[in-house]
């Protein structure tokens, strides 16, 4: 999963714990896709109440591979809602990376020119 993605998950952590019921379709469709084993579908069935059942999902989610947040957005059928604010975050995280970026670079960007190195071949 990219690094924007899980950063979107964390940010949204508490409000998707609130909203989402992942015992049903989203666990199955997670199964189906390959993005959880047996072991993960049973582990998070086991969780005493539906906020741990889906905090642990939310735990699992970030290390299965490249194509667990969209197989994720793509099991909230049922809650169309939760699936927009996350489309929504995920643009608004793509939007600022390139701020990040700039931030990253000097003010002052140094040149150098090839005839001012001492190169030998």
Same mark, same amino acid.
């Given at each position: 999963?990219?690094?924007? #993605? ?7 952590? &508490?409000? !998707?714990?609130?909203? %989402? &019921?992942? /015992? ?5 469709? @997670?199964?189906?896709?390959?993005? &959880?084993? /047996?072991?993960? %579908?049973? /582990?998070? =069935? ?12 939310? +735990? ?6 490249? =194509?667990?947040? +969209?197989?994720?957005? #793509? ?12 489309? =929504?975050?995920?643009?608004?995280? *793509?939007?600022? !990376?390139?701020? /990040? *970026?700039? =931030?990253?670079?000097?003010? #002052? ?7 001012? @190195?001492?190169?030998?071949?």
């Amino acid at each position: 999963m990219e690094a924007r #993605d899980k950063q979107v998950l964390r940010s949204l952590r &508490l409000e !998707l714990g609130a909203e %989402v &019921l992942v /015992e049903g379709l989203v666990l199955q469709y @997670l199964y189906q896709e390959g993005v &959880l084993t /047996e072991n993960h %579908v049973q /582990e998070i =069935k086991a969780q005493a109440t539906g906020l741990r059942k889906t905090m642990l999902l939310l +735990d699992i989610l970030p290390s299965r591979g490249p =194509k667990a947040f +969209d197989a994720f957005l #793509d099991s909230l059928q049922e809650f169309p809602w939760v699936r927009e604010k996350l489309e =929504k975050a995920r643009e608004e995280a *793509i939007t600022e !990376l390139p701020a /990040e *970026i700039r =931030k990253l670079r000097p003010k #002052d960007s140094v040149t150098c020119q090839a005839t001012q @190195l001492n190169w030998r071949c």
